[in-house]
Antibody, heavy 121, light 112 residues
Framework: QVQLVQSGAEVKKPGASVKVSCKAS????????MQWVRQAPGQGLEHMGW????????YYAQKFRGRVTMTTDTSITTAYMELSSLTSDDTAVYHC??????????????WGQGALVTVSS | DIVMAQTPLSLSVTPGQPASISCKSS???????????LYWHLQKPGQPPQLLIY???NRFSGVPDRFSGSGSGTDFTLKISRVEAEDVGVYYC?????????FGQGTKLEIK
């Protein structure tokens, strides 16, 4: 079965960077985009971007360009999202989500459990 | 960017009664390939979101048939024929017809 298992909670100081991992299993990793979505406390869902594990092309939402880097390591079927220059506004749960198939339009069908990132001095 | 507007933002339903959530997009979600890229996700308390409905009306694997989706163009509806206690959570509509992907604000369903 498809599983996305994310790294644990992190506490960071303002100005620091955080790198969240997402270990995928149960499917061919390179066949699907990996998406990243964040959710601030008590707020809705915000799409950050996606990465194509098959070649590494990525899309970053304008709000995060210049601060976010999404990467993958296909040898261990793991995706990463690194966010730099953190502020308190970046305190949120960061989810990875699978899909759609590379080259297709579509939605996410499986989600990781989320990783809480707290930014506090 | 496409704006997704959900109504209502919250609703309280008696078990066994129906529920309906509306989602309106600021642009048509009908693609030239003939598909409409509108999705519904449910986030149960303390859990990550889960896909309920894809491309307007298709239930994802394992989703009970009391959930149904309908609509076209810019107006969409999620219906629950008979609400059960396990249906509590926040429902989000989402489009993927173009970048950036955007979500509705969410509709919180509670049980009376």
């Amino acid at each position: 079965q498809v599983q996305l298992v994310q790294s644990g909670a992190e506490v960071k100081k303002p100005g620091a960077s955080v790198k969240v991992s997402c270990k995928a299993s149960g499917y061919t990793f390179s066949d699907y985009y990996m998406q990243w979505v964040r959710q601030a406390p008590g707020q809705g869902l915000e799409h950050m971007g996606w990465i194509n594990p098959n070649g590494g092309g990525a899309y970053y939402a304008q709000k995060f360009r210049g601060r976010v880097t999404m990467t993958t390591d296909t040898s261990i079927t793991t995706a990463y999202m690194e966010l730099s220059s953190l502020t308190s506004d970046d305190t949120a749960v960061y989810h990875c989500a699978r899909g759609p198939i590379v080259g297709a339009l579509g939605s996410f069908d499986y989600w990781g459990q989320g990783a809480l990132v707290t930014v506090s001095s | 960017d496409i704006v997704m507007a959900q109504t209502p933002l919250s609703l309280s339903v008696t078990p066994g009664q129906p529920a309906s959530i509306s989602c309106k997009s600021s642009q048509s979600l009908l693609h030239s390939d003939g598909k409409t890229y509108l999705y519904w996700h449910l986030q149960k308390p303390g859990q990550p979101p889960q896909l309920l409905i894809y491309e307007v009306s298709n239930r994802f694997s394992g989703v009970p048939d009391r959930f149904s989706g309908s609509g076209s163009g810019t107006d969409f509806t999620l219906k629950i024929s008979r609400v059960e206690a396990e249906d509590v959570g926040v429902y989000y509509c989402m489009h993927s017809i173009q970048l950036p992907l955007t979500f509705g604000q969410g509709t919180k369903l509670e049980i009376k």
